[in-house]
């Protein structure tokens, strides 16, 4: 069996707990994407054009900071990752991730949160940031039970 990763950004709370659930599922260490200035509810106000979430997802170029993480992907076949969906994809801090650290030959299986929107345009936005990956779209689990987690877990 190959050796698992969950990485998670989670803004509220609610994405986080999912990922925990995952990795429990997958016998899978758990590493935290947090970003170096944590998002306060203002960040988060999508009906604010000018919101610090807004002015991200507008511009596909921005890369927030994330603080140093201290992994060895090396060691890891496959990395689940998960988020919120932000504007219908992944927030930027996943692309911020994605090239920090050397993906090549690896799966990476996303999954998600999200309000009401599916997973859109996510897997092409983020295959520019791991090109020599293989990114899969996984599945939303909102209000996911511990059950319907570890069924999807074991279906990969």
Do not use: C
């Amino acid at each position: 069996m190959s050796k698992r990763l969950v990485a998670y950004f989670s803004a509220s709370g609610t994405t986080k707990k999912v990922a925990e659930m995952v990795a429990t599922a997958a016998e899978a260490d758990l590493l935290e994407i947090a970003p170096e200035v944590p998002y306060t509810s203002e960040d988060l106000n999508w009906m604010n054009k000018k919101s610090r979430s807004s002015v991200e997802m507008n511009d596909k170029t921005f890369r927030p900071a994330m603080k140093k993480q201290d992994v060895d992907m090396a060691q890891y076949d496959e990395i689940l990752v998960g988020f919120p969906i932000w504007w219908y994809v992944a927030p930027t801090i996943i692309n911020t991730f994605l090239e920090a650290h050397d993906f090549s030959g690896k799966k990476i299986v996303l999954f998600a949160t999200s309000g009401g929107s599916g997973f859109g345009n996510t897997v092409k936005e983020l295959k520019g940031s791991a090109p020599d990956a293989e990114i899969v779209e996984g599945k939303l689990l909102n209000h996911a039970s511990k059950k319907a987690v570890e069924n999807w877990v074991a279906s990969l």
